[in-house]
């Protein structure tokens, strides 16, 4: 345990927290360092492993500070607002920040009356503004009050809803018998569903004041001053759920205004919107829809002049609705799945409704996307300044950062994109507006550059053009832009087009009504232009056709119509990307095979310039995790680089609840035949490395009881070694003692094979035979090393085969381990470019091996297989707790006894 870490924040603290049980004397110390890291407005990287009850520290560290917080704030503003006269000699210096210094104001030139006079100016603001901001916290709480405690209130809005839809469905059946009657509207060139995939006239931000997003008399009940609050996000939403069900159990679960967001994917109820799968499309979709509602106005107006088609509007994006909801969010802590419910009750839309309670909320859960990513941050209406951002499971937050800022099209996309597009123009050419097609024109101008540098033809069906030079390019992003000639482009203008305009959005819906094979009924030139799409598309289905995913997978049965039919949305986020600074990214051009097989992809090499906004906006961060050794990166890689002042930054480590005897791991350097173990790429693949790693799981299998989790350094050297012992008889020994599993590829697999094992290693210990229970062979970095617990039985033995070091060869590590040479300074005896590539490794090594104690009474041996492990550096960038306990064995036999007597004194 780091007692040094909680001096290090010690200062204004707390004596005791609310829990819901006793808690470890760890956590306690957790607790307090949080609360005071919180108080003095600290960057704190916290590590606390699993199992030790982290999540519930979190909540009740950072919600007591909250708390305290909000009454200090709250008797501060009573003093200021006490009537004249009583204490005005108290008040004076809290509102002027201090005793009068006449001698420095005089410095500035100013006479002393104009100073008090600014002065009393001040303090009237403040006081006036506490006074608002008194008014509006008393109405909000009211009116929660309210709701907490009326439940007719809540029927009321229910039956007054049902009524409005019954009302709606009346006036529609109307409106369907009165156009029978009337027979068939005036003829317009384009039917009404073609109407919408018009690009509707584009002004840019300096021609146009930007619209409201609700009705104008709206704006001033949902624009709401934000308090104070705690930012809470992690990776996924099933993390994010499993901790909002941490708030609720807690003592601060009736009271804490709480609220969940997520994704349009996670929260739509709109069915007709959810059915388009994609993340992109249905952002897009809903999009169109709020601009639909907000032209209706404006579609009134113009009535009489000329008939316009009707547009569909959300049902569920409903002001009153989405107040109601709002408030009930506040009222109950509710989850992803309980705000979706609601908001199919309610008939309000859950995405928006959250986003409404966000100002008022204490406690705001979020995927780390949200919160990481500046433009989904701000379109979310997340404030960060001077609020509080706590990180959890952040191990990999350098890799998701630059993961979110990075992006990838092939040259199958570019060739698509540039074909839909001129379709497109031509189609609709007479209807567009002068802007349009210029903004159009630069778009296809940039995708026909785009495939020049990879060396194809933009008008060449992609999977016939062969690349003359296979191979990978790295290029600066000015580079990139001046050598295919698009520097005179200002992309900053086309991103915002793109997203203004939805032009991919109505790029989709044109292929989705041309795109497919199915006979449409045109005029003959009409016919011919489709039909050549038609073709084009059909030949991109079938030909070769390599390209990175959506940013959430579509359906499955849909993926392949979805990605030939919406590359443009790719290409915005890849156009997007060349807009950071030249030397924070490079641009990969990768040429394989054909022109569509092949690829650009922009690099992010410089996470911190998107972190530093979000350090440099907030009171404090903390960064949270189970196993966050190595520290180093995120200090130099990411807080150095960010500009955060050392003096900042808190390190909090604490220790296992597990007592020391539940744990054992052991270095191994040698194998049974005293075959020394040293898996580098040179030795691994050699027959007697792969057989002395299959003797040591034979005897392994023989003293371990239940589940044994085996993990290799990739899916390729996994199956190597499995075809080898299957063809040496060496997997029949392993069979007879243990049920073999493979860890699947396929995501969808992974809870099936994982029943699987779990059920055998049940049947095992309930029979008692010569089976006692099941190996699974895993991958590090695979679906099984992270978020998935082995605990108890699942995982009696953790054993990592050789070091996961990630592939050198890897042009983007390259650029990346280039680019740390150049920007850091030289450890003491590395290079920066080594220290990372060491820390990738041991933070995959420490993510695998944590995955098996997972409670205070849960026992396990972890192995480590491979004599490189003893070295100092390699050693202490282990998890504190396992480093404390581990024992470096030179020989099979000794650690093959230390580990017999482990596991036989434990089933004792």
Known sequence: MDGGTAEAVSGPGRASFPFPYTPYRIQEQFMAALYAALEAGRIGIFESPTGTGKSLSLICGALSWLQDFEKKKQQEEARLLAPEGSGQEEKQPLASGGPACPNSRDASGEPD??????????????????????????????????????????????????????????????????????????PEQLDHNEEELILAEYESDEEKKVASGLEEDDDDDLEEEHVTKIYYCSRTHSQLSQFVHEVQKSPFGKDTRLVSLGSRQNLCVNEEVRRLGALQLINDRCTEMQKNKHEKKSDAEVEGKKRRVSRTVCPFYSYEQMQFLRDEVLVEVKDIEQLVTLGKETKACPYYGSRYAIPAAQLVVLPYQMLLHEATRSAAGIILKDQ??????????IDTITC???????????????????????RYRKRLKAKNLMYIKQILYLLERFVVMLGGNVNQNPSCQVVSQTGTELKSINDFLFQSQIDNINL???????????????????????????PVVKTNKENQKLAGLQNFLMTLQQGSYKEGPLQSPPVEADSDQLRAASPLMHIEGFLSALTNANEDGRVI???????????LKFLLLNPAVHFAKVVKECRAVIIAGGTMQPVADFREQLLSYAGVDPARIVEFSCGHVIPPENILPIILCSGPSNQQLEFTYQTRDLPQMMDETGRILCNLCNVVPGG????????????????????????????????????????NQVEQVLAEYAKCIKRCGQA???????????????KMSEGINFSDDLGRCVIMVGMPYPNIKSPELQEKMTWLDKTMPRSASQAPSRVLIENLCMKAVNQSIGRAIRHQKDYASILLLDHRYARPAILNKLPQWIRERIQVKPAFGSAFAELRKFHRGKSD
């Open 388 to 397: 509080v951002v706590i990180i959890d499971e952040a191990h990999n937050l």
């Open 708 to 747: 044994v989790v085996c993990f290799f350094p990739s899916y390729d050297y996994e199956k190597q070694v499995y075809a080898h012992w299957e063809k040496t008889g060496l997997l029949t020994r392993l069979a007879t003692k243990k049920k073999i599993f493979q860890e699947p590829k396929k995501a």
């Open 113 to 186: 009356w104009v100073t008090a006079f600014v002065q009393k100016k001040e303090e009237q603001d403040l006081v006036h503004r506490l006074k608002e901001e008194q008014i509006r916290r008393k109405k909000r709480e009211e009116r929660l009050e309210k709701i907490r405690h009326n439940v007719q209130l809540k029927y009321a809005a229910k039956r007054k809803r049902s009524e409005e839809d019954e009302t709606k469905r009346l006036l529609q059946l109307s409106k369907e018998i009165l156009s029978e009657g009337a027979g068939a509207a005036v």
């Open 404 to 426: 979110i800022y990075s992006a990838e099209v092939s040259g199958s996309q570019l060739c698509c994109a540039h074909s839909q597009l001129l379709q497109y123009m031509e």
């Open 589 to 599: 051009l990768n040429r394989q095979g054909t022109i569509g097989q092949s690829s």
């Open 492 to 518: 900053f203008k086309v991103q915002r087009y793109c997203e203004k305009s939805l032009i991919s959005r109505k790029l989709f819906g044109f292929v989705e009504r041309y795109g497919n094979p199915a």
């Open 768 to 782: 008692g035979g010569q089976m006692t229970g099941a190996l699974l062979l895993s991958v590090v970095g695979g």
